[in-house]
Every structure is written in C-alpha cells, then in structure tokens.
C-alpha cells in the first residue's frame, strides 16, 4: 500500500490530503454507538488516514478520540502518529485568556492530549470584535505550546486579512468547497496561496450526494430521503447553485470520468478539489459507529493517490456542466457567509 500523501502546515504538522471528519458524531446523523465509533477508528488508522477533524461542538467527537488514541498509546503496538484537528467555537462572551485557556484545556482532557495538534477558531458575529482578542490569546497560548497549529474555521478573506495583518499566523482555514459551491476560488484562493495558508475543505462530497447512488434518481425532498444533517445542508446548496436536472447532468459527467479512471464518482469529484489552488485536504465524513462505517476509505485513498490524474478532457466535460450554475458568491457571499446574518 503506498502511503497517503501529506501536506505539511506552517507549524510543521503534517496532516493527510484526505482527513477524516467527525461531525457525523454529533447527533445529527442517527445515533451513534461510542464503542464501536472507536473500534472503527481502527480501520482507517490501518488505511494510513491518521488525520482525524473534529470540534468541541461535535458532541462526543473529542472524547472518541480521546478513547482511541488512549487505546494505540496503551497497545504498546508499533502505530503511526495520530493527527487530531479541533475547533474552538465559544458562545458570544468576553474572550479572556482564562475563558480561551480552560476551553482548551477541556478539550485536551477530553482528547486525551498534552498539547494540541491544531486548534480551529470559529466564530458567529464579525460585529462582535471579540473574535481578535480570542485569537490574541490562542496565538500567545500557541508561543506557550499549547497549541502546534493556530487555523479558521470559516472565516471569510476579508477577516482573514484582518487578522494575518496583525501578526498573527494562521495555518488553514476550514470552509465549504465542491463542485457545487466553488466560492474559494474568488477571492480567498489567492489570498490564502500568497500568505502560506492550507484550505482544508467540506462538503467536497455534498454529504454523500456527489456519488453514483444519486445518478438517474428522482429528486429527495423529503425528511426521510434527506435523513441526516449533511444530506438536507447540502441538498438545500444543490437547489441554490441550480437544482436537480443540472445536478443529474453533473454526476453524468463525473460518471463518465469515473469510468475512464476506474474510480468511483465520489473519487473524481473529491480529485477536483484535491487539485484546486491552496487547497491543502479534504475532509470526508467516516460515519463512525454508525452502519457503513468505513466504506469509503478505498474511495478516499483512491481520490489522493498520484496515479488519479484528471484530463483536460475530464475538467472540459466538468466545466461545460458547472459554467451553467448560478454564481454562489453573489447569492451567498465570500467563504461562511452562510453562517451569518
């Protein structure tokens, strides 16, 4: 098995291209059963995808992994090094160093840590400018070293701006990136490619909608076909960028560069993203501990390996399907914009 390629970030960690994301532990996905959410962990750590992405609001996500990587240490088995991204998301309150500290502090407890890999900071309000006295604090927290990696979740290019102005060094930025919502190529691209800074992105499968069991089916439009967060999220993105028929005549195309590949559609449409400028990795859902835990890793490292090489062909039969969609940017706005009023 050849390994996964890695990309390294400014603080030296090096993460795998395709990470493994833990929303799907948050309770909006059905139920979750913590043992065998851990136990799964196993197979991808065997597939050498280490890299695990979580949050402090992903309900059980951190203490999952805290169990996992408190299992590899006590194994005494020879084990690759685990990489574990968290976010910090705290609720509108004054960002203190003591509230930034003990936040972190509980998440490290939780994962089972003596420092953190990379902290992810997002936060709800431009308005409220407490956001930069909170990265003020995990930048000097990150000199202490607390934290390896300081990253953005969500956070659009003129805030990113802002705070890169003032010194302060940012790793990635996390935010939604697909062939149905390609808002990073606009404007924070080439911000991010001029200041060393990684996109590592989600929704690059559209929840699972961006596969070959959607290809010819009617529409879903109901709570039961939409029957987890990601799906219902990303169907709603599918409506805005220009609905089913378009969508259908995508995954036509994406089937057809499938075929040329001998992958699967989630493969190429995952390869696209991979290829984009700044991007760094992907984030693909692992369904932990739920039914169809770890089915996507052949596709995951498929979609990463080298020998996948998108032809011009391949991006021309894309492009004439995509250049007919709505403009996200000017329905939505820059990077997160969603998340904000």
């Not at 000199?143 to 790793?171: P, Y």
């Amino acid at each position: 098995m050849s390994p996964v390629p890695k990309v390294r970030l400014t603080g030296g960690l090096e993460v795998c291209r395709v990470l493994n994301g833990m929303w799907q532990v948050s309770g909006a996905h059905g139920e979750v059963d913590r043992a065998k959410a851990v136990e799964a962990m196993q197979s991808y750590v065997d597939a050498g995808l280490t890299t695990f992405d979580m949050a402090d609001i992903y309900g059980p996500a951190e203490e999952i992994f805290g169990h996992f990587n408190s299992q590899v240490k006590s194994s005494g088995n020879d084990v690759p090094a685990l990489q574990s991204l968290t976010k910090y998301v705290p609720r509108p309150e004054p960002m203190n160093r003591k509230v930034v500290e003990k936040a972190l502090r509980r998440s490290m407890t939780r994962m089972q840590v003596d420092s953190l890999d990379c902290v992810q900071f997002h936060w709800w309000d431009y308005k409220d400018k407490r956001y930069l006295d909170a990265l003020g604090h995990l930048s000097d927290l990150q000199q202490e070293g607390l934290i390896r990696e300081l990253a953005l979740t969500n956070f659009d290019t003129q805030r990113l701006e802002e705070i890169t102005s003032r010194g302060i060094r940012i790793s990635s930025n996390q935010v939604q990136y697909s062939l149905i919502d390609q808002r990073p190529a606009a404007k924070m691209e080439k911000f991010c490619l001029a200041n060393n800074i990684q996109l590592l992105t989600y929704g690059t499968l559209a929840g699972g909608l961006l596969s070959e069991r959607y290809l010819g089916k009617t529409e879903p439009t109901s709570r039961a076909e939409l029957y987890t967060a990601s799906l219902s999220k990303y169907k709603n993105m599918i409506n805005s960028w220009g609905g089913w028929s378009l969508f259908q005549d995508l995954l036509v195309a994406l089937e057809t560069a499938a075929r040329r590949h001998d992958c699967s559609v989630a493969s190429v449409a995952t390869r696209y993203v991979l290829d984009r400028p700044a991007v760094g990795g992907v984030i693909v859902g692992c369904r932990l501990g739920v039914a169809g835990a770890g089915q996507h890793i052949s596709d995951s490292l498929r979609s990463c390996s080298p020998d996948l090489k998108l032809t011009v062909e391949d991006l021309a039969v894309i492009t004439a399907v995509t250049q007919r969609s709505r403009d996200l940017s000017a329905l939505i706005g820059d990077c997160g914009d969603e998340y904000r009023s």
